[in-house]
């Protein structure tokens, strides 16, 4: 479908509501959080029915999970009811999604009692509502015909936060006790991309005042001190803001709702919407600079998503309904982009430093060059397979591969980047490319405009002439032995491994960073989470789930571990370790003598240092000074 008849689809289904969707009222659903604290989620949903067989389903395929994650296993206690009266009901027999009943005659109204059993992104004290938990909607209808009306109920003193636009003003965002608060009339996909956090400890704060369309983060924590952001990581993200839209010079969305939830036992979450981006993280995980580092991108990618992924889409990955199977092809756009320009902004809004950019960099550049899998499966591959690599078995993960289109596409954009600047001799860049492919038709408020790989040849060679299509494929499509690495040194920086860890080397992980030497991934407790494939360990036969307790005559830990990786280095002895491989335990010998590598990028002296060009912000920014332990 083209672009247009889309939108005026959208259009008229969120405003006047095209004459055969205006004939009949919209769904309305309330959400009662109020059971929250017990890990329960109610819903009342009255339907507009007409007499005969009617099929129910609940989402199967979410946007933005890349798979078949619809959690109807988790629906309880459903009560069909017409006419006063409860009407039987039966699951389909193949599609588990769908229920089937019949209505009976004279009924024009089906009422549906069901319940949620919420498994995480809920504590005692805060709940986040992805509305696919409760939907139930007539299948076989593109869902972004169904108009909808949404209410939530949350307990009593906490606040809202959503991208949905309340009805009165009064109830949001901190509703008064026991009561409803409604949003307006919207569509069943738009429903599905607008969650709500809720909380005790609630914060809205609005960014970026400056800037039109509207932008709010809705903070909800465990604790009520972690949910005031410190003003320096209020003036980033405020830079952030900023910095998406000089880089994007669009915006799809009439508001936009960066949705935090801060707490050790709800799960960490980053799901991108249209207007809003779901993001959890631990609760100390924002209190100074040191921990912001590791979560650096994480709101300036899911806001990226804003843009690419929920506004351009690849064609595939858009289905009318949440039935149809996603294809995953173009992933490496999806989110490879993203994963680019996720670190990008957050090193131009300074949510990290253009020396943390680097070191995540690193790191991610030296992981997919040490990938052994990429023997055999192109990347391309990892994207088609998405939703079978999602949260898979992990081990022998790197023979296997993983969701590498993430990083590989970090890659890869950063490879064109530089190109387009060293084409056009610094007269263009990525951000000339994102203007016209993520601003198609300007702004636009909310809507998905889908796309293939065409487009996006075609918009690359608007930006600079060249053989975009061959480019993209030799780098994604075919078998590469290495890493891309060719934007990192045209970049004026080259990968290499220093014997000491670069200062953010992933502290705290026990004996993980000896993957770039020995070869495995070992925790803090001498367990091997994974074996490289061709490497010291692999060729010791060492597997991953076996764990080492002892080195060289001593008991295991993470720096004995490492002495003797060091101490191997000046002699020709294999490090002997004692392992034990379920109720078994053996000695084994590994000949590896290189000593420490960690990953790092070096600045090639008397090269353009363009990576430095590329991570400095387009606007003017804000700095907000902390004491000297919250800045190194
Ligand atoms: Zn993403």
Same mark, same amino acid.
């Given at each position: 479908?083209?672009?247009?008849?889309?939108?005026?689809?959208?259009?008229?289904?969120?405003?006047?509501?095209?004459?055969?969707?205006?004939?009949?009222?919209?769904?309305?659903?309330?959400?009662?959080?109020?059971?929250?604290?017990?890990?329960?989620?109610?819903?009342?949903?009255?339907?507009?029915? /007409?007499?005969?067989?009617? /099929?129910?389903?609940?989402?199967?395929?979410?946007?933005?999970?890349?798979?078949?994650?619809? %959690?109807?296993?988790?629906?309880?206690?459903?009560?069909?009811?017409?006419?006063?009266?409860?009407?039987? +009901?039966?699951?389909?027999?193949?599609?588990?999604?769908?229920?089937?009943?019949?209505?009976?005659?004279?009924?024009?109204?089906?009422?549906?009692?069901?319940?949620?059993?919420?498994?995480?992104?809920?504590?005692?004290?805060?709940?986040?509502?992805? +509305?696919?938990?409760?939907?139930?909607?007539?299948?076989?209808?593109?869902?972004?015909?169904?108009?909808?009306?949404?209410?939530?109920?949350?307990?009593?003193?906490?606040?809202?936060?959503?991208?949905?636009?309340?009805?009165?003003?009064?109830? *949001?965002?901190?509703?008064?006790?026991?009561?409803?608060?409604?949003?307006?009339?919207? $569509?069943?996909?738009?429903?599905?991309?607008?969650?709500?956090?809720?909380?005790?400890?609630?914060?809205?704060?609005?960014?970026?005042?400056?800037?039109?369309?509207?932008?709010?983060?809705?903070?909800?924590?465990?604790?009520?001190?972690?949910?005031?952001?410190?003003?320096?990581?209020?003036?980033?993200? $405020? $830079?952030?803001?900023?910095?998406?839209?000089?880089?994007?010079?669009?915006?799809?969305?009439?508001?936009?709702?960066?949705?935090?939830?801060?707490?050790?036992?709800?799960?960490?979450?980053?799901?991108?919407?249209?207007?809003?981006?779901?993001?959890?993280?631990?609760?100390?995980?924002?209190?100074?600079?040191? =921990?912001?580092?590791?979560?650096?991108?994480?709101?300036? =990618?899911?806001?990226?998503?804003?843009? #690419?992924?929920?506004?351009?889409?690849?064609?595939?990955?858009?289905?009318?309904?949440?039935?149809?199977?996603?294809?995953?092809?173009?992933? +490496?756009?999806?989110?490879?982009?993203?994963?680019? +320009?996720?670190?990008?902004?957050?090193?131009?809004?300074?949510?990290?430093?253009?020396?943390?950019?680097?070191? =995540?960099?690193?790191?991610?550049?030296?992981?997919?060059?040490?990938?052994?899998?990429?023997?055999?499966?192109?990347?391309?591959?990892?994207?088609?397979?998405?939703?079978?690599?999602?949260?898979? #078995?992990?081990?022998?993960?790197?023979?296997?591969?993983?969701?590498?289109?993430?990083?590989?596409?970090?890659?890869?954009?950063?490879?064109?980047?530089?190109?387009?600047?060293?084409?056009?001799?610094?007269?263009?860049?990525?951000?000339?490319?994102?203007?016209?492919?993520?601003?198609?038709?300007?702004?636009?408020?909310?809507?998905?405009?889908?796309? /293939?790989?065409?487009?996006?040849?075609?918009?690359?060679?608007?930006?600079?002439?060249?053989?975009?299509?061959?480019?993209?494929?030799?780098?994604?499509?075919?078998?590469?032995?290495?890493?891309?690495?060719?934007?990192?040194?045209?970049?004026?920086?080259?990968?290499?491994?220093?014997?000491?860890?670069?200062? =953010?080397?992933?502290?705290?992980?026990?004996?993980?960073?000896?993957?770039?030497?020995?070869?495995?991934?070992?925790?803090?407790?001498?367990?091997?989470?994974?074996?490289?494939?061709?490497?010291?360990?692999?060729?010791?036969?060492?597997?991953?789930?076996?764990?080492?307790?002892?080195?060289?005559?001593?008991?295991?830990?993470? $720096?004995?571990?490492?002495?003797?990786?060091?101490?191997?280095?000046?002699?020709?002895?294999?490090?002997?370790?004692?392992?034990?491989?379920?109720?078994?335990?053996?000695?084994?010998?590994?000949? *590896?003598?290189?000593?420490?590598?960690? %990953?790092?990028?070096?600045?090639?002296?008397?090269?353009?240092?363009?990576?430095?060009?590329?991570?400095?912000?387009?606007?003017?920014?804000?700095?907000?000074?902390?004491?000297?332990?919250?800045?190194?």
């Amino acid at each position: 479908m083209s672009f247009l008849s889309r939108l005026s689809a959208f259009v008229l289904a969120l405003t006047a509501l095209a004459p055969a969707v205006a004939q009949k009222a919209p769904i309305r659903i309330v959400a009662d959080l109020s059971d929250a604290p017990r890990k329960l989620y109610h819903a009342e949903v009255d339907l507009p029915v /007409t007499a005969g067989p009617l /099929t129910l389903t609940t989402p199967e395929w979410i946007p933005g999970h890349h798979m078949p994650s619809g %959690p109807a296993g988790n629906i309880t206690g459903v009560v069909f009811t017409a006419n006063g009266k409860t009407l039987a +009901w039966r699951r389909d027999d193949v599609n588990l999604f769908e229920f089937h009943l019949t209505i009976p005659q004279g009924a024009t109204a089906l009422h549906v009692h069901l319940d949620a059993i919420a498994t995480a992104r809920l504590s005692q004290k805060m709940a986040a509502l992805e +509305w696919e938990k409760l939907l139930l909607y007539p299948a076989g209808i593109p869902v972004r015909d169904l108009a909808i009306e949404p209410s939530v109920k949350v307990p009593a003193g906490w606040g809202i936060g959503t991208a949905l636009k309340p009805v009165d003003a009064a109830s *949001y965002p901190v509703p008064a006790a026991g009561s409803v608060t409604r949003f307006a009339v919207t $569509n069943v996909e738009q429903l599905e991309d607008s969650p709500i956090i809720t909380g005790q400890y609630f914060h809205e704060y609005e960014l970026a005042k400056d800037v039109t369309p509207k932008h709010y983060i809705d903070v909800v924590a465990d604790e009520p001190e972690d949910a005031e952001l410190r003003p320096a990581l209020l003036a980033e993200l $405020n $830079n952030l803001v900023r910095e998406a839209g000089a880089a994007y010079g669009s915006h799809h969305y009439g508001v936009y709702h960066f949705l935090l939830t801060m707490s050790d036992v709800a799960g960490g979450e980053g799901l991108e919407h249209g207007q809003s981006s779901d993001n959890g993280i631990g609760e100390k995980d924002f209190s100074d600079r040191a =921990h912001q580092v590791h979560e650096a991108d994480l709101l300036s =990618h899911e806001f990226t998503h804003s843009w #690419n992924g929920k506004y351009r889409r690849p064609a595939k990955l858009y289905q009318p309904d949440f039935a149809t199977p996603q294809q995953g092809e173009l992933l +490496w756009v999806y989110e490879g982009m993203t994963q680019y +320009w996720g670190n990008v902004l957050a090193a131009r809004a300074d949510l990290e430093s253009q020396a943390d950019y680097r070191e =995540h960099l690193a790191l991610s550049a030296a992981s997919l060059d040490s990938r052994s899998g990429r023997a055999w499966r192109p990347t391309v591959d990892t994207a088609v397979a998405a939703s079978i690599l999602r949260g898979g #078995n992990p081990t022998w993960t790197n023979w296997r591969r993983s969701q590498d289109y993430y990083q590989e596409g970090e890659l890869l954009w950063l490879d064109a980047d530089t190109l387009i600047r060293q084409l056009t001799s610094d007269k263009k860049s990525l951000n000339d490319f994102a203007k016209v492919f993520l601003g198609k038709n300007g702004d636009t408020g909310a809507g998905i405009v889908p796309y /293939t790989f065409d487009e996006i040849v075609k918009d690359l060679n608007t930006v600079v002439p060249y053989d975009w299509a061959k480019f993209l494929h030799e780098r994604i499509y075919e078998i590469n032995p290495r890493a891309d690495l060719a934007g990192i040194e045209r970049g004026g920086y080259k990968l290499v491994y220093k014997d000491k860890p670069v200062s =953010h080397g992933e502290p705290g992980r026990g004996g993980g960073e000896l993957w770039f030497s020995l070869g495995a991934r070992i925790s803090g407790d001498g367990q091997i989470a994974d074996v490289r494939w061709g490497g010291p360990s692999d060729k010791a036969k060492l597997a991953p789930g076996d764990k080492i307790l002892a080195v060289n005559d001593r008991l295991y830990s993470p $720096n004995a571990l490492k002495a003797a990786v060091r101490a191997a280095k000046t002699s020709t002895e294999p490090i002997r370790l004692i392992v034990a491989a379920d109720s078994f335990v053996r000695i084994v010998p590994v000949d *590896y003598h290189d000593g420490e590598r960690y %990953p790092a990028l070096e600045r090639v002296e008397k090269t353009p240092a363009v990576l430095d060009a590329i991570t400095s912000p387009l606007t003017k920014t804000e700095k907000v000074a902390e004491s000297k332990k919250d800045e190194e």
